[in-house]
T-cell receptor, first 109, second 111 residues
Framework: AQRVTQPEKLLSVFKGAPVELKCNYSYSGSPELFWYVQYSRQRLQLLLRHISRESIKGFTADLNKGETSFHLKKPFAQEEDSAMYYCALRGSSASKIIFGSGTRLSIRP | DVKVTQSSRYLVKRTGEKVFLECVQDMDHENMFWYRQDPGLGLRLIYFSYDVKMKEKGDIPEGYSVSREKKERFSLILESASTNQTSMYLC??????????FGDGTRLSIL
């Protein structure tokens, strides 16, 4: 069965500190992994996907198949990074996408 | 830019009513999805559709049905609304192998 686990409901860090949002997944095949972000009063939007291997707003995420993880990282947090972050998975043979329960990131000034 | 439009931002209905939530996308996407978003539970997939008149159950389809008569429109139906269906409902669309685009959401309250 497909499952995405985000163990932290809330993560609070100081501005300028490194950030790591954890995501672990369960899937027997080769999944595609995403990070979505929802800023206050805005719609949910794609932040990055593992196949594009790019950095968006200073965030990166590497797919680790051995550990079945796709953690989101940023070396220096900014106040505008405060938002709700969701990790998501799409299996290789279906269009359906499963989301984790989300982590609320709060950046303290 | 992709536009996914949900017909209502806020909706208040009574227990037992039949409720329709409408979603329209303007980018000719094959796939459309309905999720509900609850604090601590994240997004849970209710139903999705990969073509006109096609539908697949998600993880929590009980109490819901869907309709996709035209490619651009995907409707979520609460057959007999109950208080535990009070939630934020999100519609999304995508091309087959591309990321999803989301609407603004409909906050539904069942009294």
């Amino acid at each position: 069965a497909q499952r995405v686990t985000q163990p932290e409901k809330l993560l609070s860090v100081f501005k300028g500190a490194p950030v790591e949002l954890k995501c672990n997944y369960s899937y027997s095949g080769s999944p595609e992994l995403f990070w979505y972000v929802q800023y206050s009063r805005q719609r949910l939007q794609l932040l990055l996907r593992h196949i594009s291997r790019e950095s968006i707003k200073g965030f990166t995420a590497d797919l680790n198949k051995g550990e079945t993880s796709f953690h989101l990282k940023k070396p220096f947090a900014q106040e505008e990074d405060s938002a709700m972050y969701y990790c998501a998975l799409r299996g290789s043979s279906a269009s359906k996408i499963i989301f984790g329960s989300g982590t609320r990131l709060s950046i303290r000034p | 830019d992709v536009k996914v439009t949900q017909s209502s931002r806020y909706l208040v209905k009574r227990t037992g009513e039949k409720v329709f939530l409408e979603c329209v996308q303007d980018m000719d996407h094959e796939n459309m999805f309905w999720y509900r978003q609850d604090p601590g539970l994240g997004l849970r997939l209710i139903y999705f559709s990969y073509d006109v008149k096609m539908k697949e159950k998600g993880d929590i389809p009980e109490g819901y049905s869907v309709s996709r008569e035209k490619k651009e429109r995907f409707s979520l139906i609460l057959e007999s609304a109950s208080t535990n269906q009070t939630s934020m409902y999100l519609c999304a669309s995508s091309l087959w192998d591309q990321p999803q685009h989301f609407g603004d959401g409909t906050r539904l309250s069942i009294l």
